[in-house]
Structures are given as C-alpha cells and as structure tokens.
C-alpha cells in the first residue's frame, strides 16, 4: 500500500511539473512578426500624400513619388538614382493604393507586448511591438538571432520621433528590408540620425538635416519633407523579404538592457525539453503502476 501511494504521489507530481513547464514555455514565445507586403510601393524610397519637399543636396535612391498631390521641390538639388519621379500619375496612385494596404495589414499583426516610449539601450528580438508616442534617443539594437528572415514591426499609436544622432543598429543577419514601423500620425527622424526600416505613417514623415535612411519614408495623407538626407535602398523583394545578402550595422553590439518582449531562443527549447521529460516520466510511471496491479492480480 505504502509504494502505491508513493507511486501515485510521483505520478502527480510529473504531472503537475510537466503543466508548468509547458505553461512557462509559452509565456516565454514571443509572437512573431511576418513580412509586410508592400506591393508596387516597394520601389520607392519616398512617396508623399500632399508633397515632397527638399532642402540641400539628399540623395535617393529609388523612386519618389506623390499622390493625390502633385508638388516635388528640391530636385535639384536633390537627386533621385535609379528611380524616378512619379507626381500625381497613375503609377503614383498604385503606389500609394499599397500603401493603405500595408499600412492596415501592419497595424493588424498580433502584439507581441508593449514597449515603453524610449527604446534607447535596448536590445530586440523578432516580433511585432505596440506602443503609444514611440521615441528613440539613443540606440536600439534589433537582433535577428542568426535568421535573415526574422521581422520586426513596430506599433505606434500616435507619433514616432527619432532624436539626433541616434542609431538603429541591426546584428545577427538582421534584414532592413524586414523592419517596420507603422506609425498612427506623424514620424520624425533627426539630424545625423541613423534610420533603419519601411515607415509606414498615416500622416507626415519630415527627415531633419543629414539623417541617413536604410530604408523607406512612406506617407499616406501628408507630406515628406527632407533635408540633405542620404537614402540606402534595401534590395528587397515586393513582400518586404530580402532579395539579397543583408547587411548589419558596422559596430552594432549587445545592448546591456535586456530585451523588451522575450523571443524564442534556447530558454524556450530547454523548458519545452524539460516538459517533455518529466511527461515521459510520468507515463513511465503509470505504466509500472498498471504493470505491477497486473501481475498482482495474475498472482
């Protein structure tokens, strides 16, 4: 009677173990960002609402455009390489079709939490992050742990000011083509920033003097104002994937802050490991019990 107690007393607790571990290997999954679909927008380094303007001598490359507005200032001095100049047209008007279209499919992704307002000093893992008046004054570094097609989509609620000279650093093959930021109004990037991503903005986008952009400056209903700005294009593919070999910002390192939201990675697999033994376990155990009342009965 004593070793069937003990038996049954084991089999609990394996059981009531492997529950919680299981449980905690899921709080401890972030969900997953997926590509935002950019459509015929994905050729464009800047499109605008209302107009574009330009002070200095920025460099984009790609192609600009604007829609249902038909003002672009600046050019020169500005240049547009390898793209062109598409101004109240009808490919201007597809574009900015897509645009809508990716803008709702970003806002729509699964959170995977909220981020507090400053992401300065921390370090990201893939997925989608939700916030208010989202802001960066320092760096942020967004770490793809070693897959070229981890996504990054950032929620903003209201505005998204990047100060001066802040930094969005990209390591472990990190992809600009796959960063995104949706922002509920108006985007900021400033002077000597280094900018990384596709800003999806439902307003205006102004990018101060010698900010530098991986990436995209997308406005659906306001302008784009630039100024001695240099455009990088990313060599992406229409679904937002990389349609070449990433690159990663030089100097981009381990932040001493902690990710925000926790991603999958080893912490995850040891738990679910762990579950699944102590599962096995108590399965073993069961079996003995059977075992053993059998042969007793046999007996």
Not at 39 to 61: D, F, H, K
Not at 233 to 245: D, L
Request: glycine residues 14%; charged residues 5%.
């Amino acid at each position: 009677m004593t070793a069937s107690i003990r038996r049954s007393s084991f089999i609990a607790s394996c059981a009531v173990l492997g529950l919680s571990l299981m449980s905690l290997g899921g709080n401890t999954v972030a969900a997953a960002g997926t590509p935002i679909g950019l459509g015929t927008a994905a050729s464009y380094a800047v499109l605008a609402g209302t107009t574009v303007t330009n002070t200095g001598p920025s460099t984009v490359q790609g192609d600009l455009g604007v829609s249902p507005g038909s003002a672009v200032t600046g050019f020169p001095p500005g240049v547009v390489s390898g793209g062109v100049i598409h101004a109240a047209d009808v490919v201007a008007a597809s574009a900015q079709l897509d645009v809508v279209s990716a803008y709702n499919a970003a806002a729509a992704q699964p959170s995977s939490g909220n981020i507090s307002a400053d992401l300065a000093g921390t370090t990201l893992s893939p997925g989608v992050y939700t916030g208010g008046a989202l802001a960066l004054s320092g760096t942020v570094t967004l770490d793809a742990q070693g897959d070229p097609n981890a996504v990054f989509v950032f929620q903003a609620a209201s505005t998204l000011v990047i100060a001066g000279s802040s930094q969005v650093s990209l390591v472990n093959g990190a992809s600009a083509c796959n960063v995104f930021w949706q922002v509920g109004s108006s985007a900021t990037i400033g002077t000597n920033a280094t900018f990384v991503g596709t800003v999806l903005a439902l307003t205006s986008i102004t990018a101060t003097t010698g900010a530098s952009i991986a990436g995209r400056l997308l406005a659906r209903n306001g302008a784009v104002t630039l100024d001695s700005n240099t455009f990088t294009g990313a060599a992406c593919s229409p679904s937002g994937t990389p349609s070449s070999t990433a690159t990663t910002t030089p100097g981009g390192g381990t932040s001493p802050t902690s990710p925000t939201i926790p991603g999958t990675g080893s912490p995850t697999s040891v738990t679910f490991a762990a579950a699944v033994l102590f599962t096995v376990l108590g399965l073993a155990a069961v079996l003995g019990v059977r075992r053993t009342t059998r042969t007793r009965h046999l007996g």
